[in-house]
């Protein structure tokens, strides 16, 4: 693994990490508009989320409109973000209470002396069959299988995150050691110019660019490494700091309640489902029609978690091993 920056991911995590308590996060705001009074109970239970205009968290944003979240008498703030690496810093700054992360960066940085945990399970990767996330090579370039990835040069969003960790190990399992391809830090954005441009030799997407990628015509999937490196996965989940969670229990359980609520009813009603999303994201309707769909499931499988906490572990994202209940709250068991 050619990386001239190696550890740069958890060396910059932690460095955000410590920087957060120097400096303030803004852009807290409500959603855009409350909805009708659906409640027996008072919304008077303060509740901040920090959030991203992501697919995965179109659920936040139908809580909101379908009303679980007064249902259950929380009073909920979403502080916009501008980016994922202000997340994490912002709950353990206590600037927000919960926010979505994929478990990886949380976990690396319980390592490091920090105190994050899963309040809930938002999305996983698929079991079998295709997944949203997709390994993609040129289809002129001659490669038609990861085995036919050594030595070459393949795009991640970062080195270290868990989509690293996803193609680490699926290299692993058809004999390519990690040390053997360059690894390249791209944006998603960039993706598909650059394996365009054959400044890479493969490149690992997410929604919407791999419905974008996979409607053009020049590109192959060779891989769902997620799904195939550890299926159902998750990829997403909420978390929050042991302190805020200690004194604040029956919040993150209302929360949960209104959430699983959602989810239940997005699972019902797809055309409704999507229009949420075009709504929250501002992504093109006609585009999220074709898009994978969010694999929403909040009930967490303890055995998945470990097996994760292991591949970290053996792709040395982890010094030590770790239990999966060390980072699972009650909440996320429910």
């Not at 490149?203 to 590109?219: C, Q, R, S």
């Amino acid at each position: 693994m050619k990386i001239s920056r190696k550890a740069k991911f958890g060396r910059l995590l932690l460095f955000v990490l410590l920087l957060v308590f120097t400096t303030a996060c803004s852009n807290s705001q409500s959603p855009d508009s409350a909805p009708d009074d659906k409640a027996s109970a008072d919304s008077d239970v303060p509740l901040n989320i920090g959030t991203l205009k992501i697919g995965a968290l179109t659920n936040l944003y139908a809580a909101e409109k379908l009303g679980y979240f007064k249902e259950q008498g929380l009073k909920v703030t979403f502080t916009q973000m501008g980016g994922g690496a202000e997340l994490l810093p912002a709950v353990s700054a206590g600037k927000i209470d919960i926010t979505l992360s994929t478990p990886s960066p949380a976990i690396q940085a319980n390592e490091k002396g920090f105190d994050f945990k899963m309040v809930m399970q938002n999305e996983v990767a698929a079991e079998q069959d295709k997944d949203s996330q997709a390994l993609f090579v040129l289809k002129d370039s001659g490669i038609k299988s990861i085995k036919e990835l050594k030595g070459k040069r393949i795009a991640v969003n970062n080195i270290g995150s868990q989509m690293w960790l996803s193609v680490a190990e699926v290299l692993d399992e058809n004999g390519i050691d990690k040390n053997e391809v360059d690894f390249i830090e791209l944006p998603f954005s960039n993706m598909e110019d650059s394996l365009s441009n054959k400044q890479v030799d493969a490149v690992f997407n997410v929604e919407p660019f791999t419905t974008k990628m996979n409607t053009n015509g020049a590109f192959n999937i060779i891989s769902y490494a997620a799904m195939e490196s550890l299926p159902k996965q998750p990829l997403g989940a909420f978390w929050a700091s042991e302190k805020w969670y200690k004194d604040n229990e029956e919040t993150a359980e209302k929360f949960v309640e209104a959430m699983n609520k959602t989810n239940e009813y997005l699972a019902g009603h797809p055309d409704e489902t999507k229009q949420f999303m075009a709504d929250y994201t501002e992504i093109d309707l006609s585009l999220i029609n074709k898009m994978m769909p969010i694999l929403w499931d909040s009930k967490v499988d303890e055995n998945t978690v470990q097996a994760l906490l292991d591949l970290m572990k053996k792709h040395e994202l982890l010094k030590d091993e770790m239990d999966a209940e060390s980072v699972l709250f009650p909440s996320a068991l429910k």
